[in-house]
């Protein structure tokens, strides 16, 4: 039997208009192996939130490059708290090296910096398959 | 032959030596001509950098209209020669600085603005007709023109004579930038308000400049930023003339903003081809009458795209390249990202370097010494003419789509551009593509000393009190008829610019006024895809 392939949703919460970035790592995840749904521009957390039940995915990636990253993965936190959700969820974007603790500890499952490479990302939703 | 296939961004094959017979096979005496004399391939005006410099102008703005403010009078106060401005992403997409979707971004990208006051504010004792004034606005553009042209009016200046430039290229952000609000067609009507108002009654004004740099930032090659542009300009000069005003009216007026970063002698043939073809557009197809209306007019400037943040001095010298592109393809206006600029707002060190970087070209190197330096280079006389004809193909690709204003509305030039970015970042990540610093010449272990600007949390809160007081002082009635003139008149869709001009002069804010046209005009629904 085929195993099922991770889905994951890429979010763009906030005002940020940046998306070329988050469409870049979609094309990767697709050419990885993986399912990819993406809300396009301008959600709000809920929004993400309400989209990444829907489609019922496994995790939910936010790209975030205004750099209002601390702001919205509290909301973040408080919105999977306030539904009781467990799905892991993690940030990249515009992310600087000494916030990548930081988001971890609000509750993002990872958190990479500016700079990441495509593999290393790859290589985290690798994991997460087992 | 090279014994390797070189081949540039844009797919043209490079040979090892160039002659004079490739020259005499590629391009006529005609087509190079001279600077000042159409087709302008060696420059628009005749005498260009010999007799005036380009202007230097730096992108600035964060925080209160007070913080940059304080940024523009050092950035003038170091030489910088014109000013253009930043807006945070509330201003930008239409909203105040007290939405609830603008928490944690009042001030952050960009300077924040919800009324005329903060014009008031952010241009106190700046001589508008010495020092112009560029706005990159795109979304709200019809509002914060309307209220740069309410501030010239109130400060007594000459509408008629005033100088200065809106960015406006909506199309543009529905391909990559992202700062829409209306839908595809009510956003060009809005344009197109604009350029029809600035045409009688601001005609020196520049109330738009066509994107190729955020095309190119996207994904799009050399070739594809040109050609795409050029269609989009195309587009908006089109739907101008539908209104009865004639080309020479108003093309005299639009701008064009390109990016540069990759292969120096692509850049430099790409905007030489370039150049001669628009010329030859407006002349031929269009059928203008005027040398101006012909003329490429450009901010050429350094790109965040070639940028890296390993080893983020490299950047410095990267930028120092780009500036030298910009200088020798000719162009009117310089902008460079400050080495910084990848991950953080330019602190003002980072400012002053790019600053510094552009005046030493000029006052150093010679630049301005003669016109179009390059001319009759046997490399970049033949490749200009070979990128004018990438370009024209490139076009009429577009065209056997049908109109792009379509095929931006359908996503399909979004489609092509992001296959493309994914291409060109693999080519960097597996190394096929050389980056100094980030996939050759590492530094595993780098220890960054690169400062951030730091945002100012009480920023957001300064601004809201102003807001609040600015509420509480004007004549609310008269806000309220303003803004249901602006919806009376988006019904009867006539121009704009009218309602919109009394609506910031009675202080109506940036959001109220965005709302009332969002009322009849709806807002955008992005096609999701990538």
Not at chain 1, 95 to 117: R, V, Y
Not at chain 2, 7 to 15: A, D, F, H, T
Not at chain 2, 76 to 81: A, E, R, S, V
Request: net charge negative; glycine share 8%.
């Amino acid at each position: 039997m085929e195993k099922k392939k991770l889905k994951i949703l890429l979010g763009k919460p906030g005002l940020d208009g940046h998306d070329v970035g988050v469409k870049v790592l979609a094309h990767a995840l697709v050419d990885a192996g993986f399912e990819v749904v993406y809300t396009g521009l301008r959600k709000t957390i809920q929004q993400i939130v309400d989209k990444a039940v829907e489609k019922k995915v496994d995790v939910i990636g936010l790209s975030i490059l205004s750099g209002t990253h601390l702001i919205l993965c509290e909301q973040m936190k408080n919105e999977m708290s306030k539904r009781s959700l467990s799905i892991p969820w993690i940030v990249g974007g515009n992310i600087p090296d000494n916030d990548t603790e930081k988001l971890k500890e609000i509750g993002a499952d990872a958190a990479f910096a500016t700079g990441t490479s495509i593999e290393t990302v790859i290589n985290y939703f690798k994991s997460l398959k087992d | 032959m090279n014994e390797k296939e070189v081949l540039w961004e844009s797919g043209l094959r490079i040979k090892s030596v160039y002659t004079k017979d490739d020259i005499d096979k590629n391009v006529t005496e005609e087509d190079i001509g001279l600077p000042g004399k159409y087709p302008f391939t060696r420059g628009i005006h005749p005498l260009m950098y010999t007799k005036q410099p380009f202007t230097i102008r730096q992108y600035a703005g964060f925080g209160t209209p007070e913080e940059t403010h304080e940024r523009f009078m050092y950035l003038i106060k170091n030489g910088q020669t014109g000013l253009n401005v930043a807006f945070d992403l509330p201003t930008q997409t239409g909203l105040d600085s007290d939405d609830n979707r603008a928490i944690g971004e009042v001030g952050r990208v960009g300077m924040a603005v919800d009324t005329l006051a903060d014009f008031e504010t952010v241009f106190k004792d700046i001589d508008l007709n010495k020092i112009t004034v560029s706005l990159t606005i795109n979304g709200s553009a019809i509002v914060l023109i309307a209220m740069y042209l309410a501030l010239a009016q109130k400060n007594g200046y000459d509408i008629s004579k005033l100088r200065g430039t809106a960015q406006n290229d909506i199309l543009k952000e529905f391909i990559g930038r992202g700062t829409w609000i209306f839908p595809v067609d009510k956003s060009v009507k809005l344009v197109v308000d604009t350029i029809e108002y600035c045409a009688k009654e601001v005609p020196k004004y520049s109330p738009l400049s066509v994107c190729g740099y955020h095309i190119r930032e996207s994904g799009a090659n050399p070739v594809q930023e040109m050609a795409y542009a050029f269609c989009i300009a195309k587009a908006y000069i089109d739907e101008t003339l539908k209104r009865g005003i004639t080309i020479d009216e108003f093309a005299s007026r639009l701008s064009f903003n390109f990016d540069i970063h990759g292969n120096f002698f692509e850049q430099i043939a790409k905007f030489r081809g370039g150049r001669r073809l628009w010329a030859k557009i407006i002349r031929e197809h269009y059928k203008a009458k005027e040398d101006s209306s012909s003329w490429l007019r450009m901010i050429a400037g350094g790109g965040g795209g070639g940028l890296t943040k390993e080893q983020p001095e490299n950047n410095i010298i990267r930028s120092a390249y780009y500036a030298m592109i910009s200088a020798l393809s000719g162009t009117q206006t310089m902008a460079l990202c400050s080495y910084d600029e990848a991950y953080t707002i330019p602190t003002e060190k980072a400012a002053e370097i790019s600053l510094r970087t552009m005046q030493i070209l000029l006052y150093e190197m010679g630049i301005c010494d003669t016109v179009d330096p390059l001319g009759g280079s046997y490399y970049i006389e033949t490749m200009s003419a070979e990128m004018e004809n990438a370009i024209i193909k490139e076009m009429a690709e577009v065209d056997t789509h049908g109109d792009i204003i379509k095929a931006i509305a359908a996503g399909k030039i979004q489609e092509a551009i992001s296959k493309q970015a994914y291409k060109r970042e693999k080519d960097i990540q597996d190394g096929r593509t050389l980056k100094v610093g980030l996939n050759c010449f590492r530094k595993e272990e780098e220890v960054r000393t690169v400062q951030f600007h730091p945002y100012n949390e009480e920023a957001a809160q300064m601004q809201l009190e102003k807001l609040n007081k600015v509420k509480s002082e004007r004549n609310s009635l008269k806000v309220l008829e303003s803004l249901s003139k602006i919806i009376q008149d988006a019904r009867a869709d006539i121009n704009l610019m009218p309602a919109v001009i009394d609506a910031v002069k009675a202080y109506a804010t940036v959001g109220e006024i965005t709302d009332a046209i969002k009322e009849v005009y709806g807002e955008y629904e992005e096609k999701i895809y990538f």
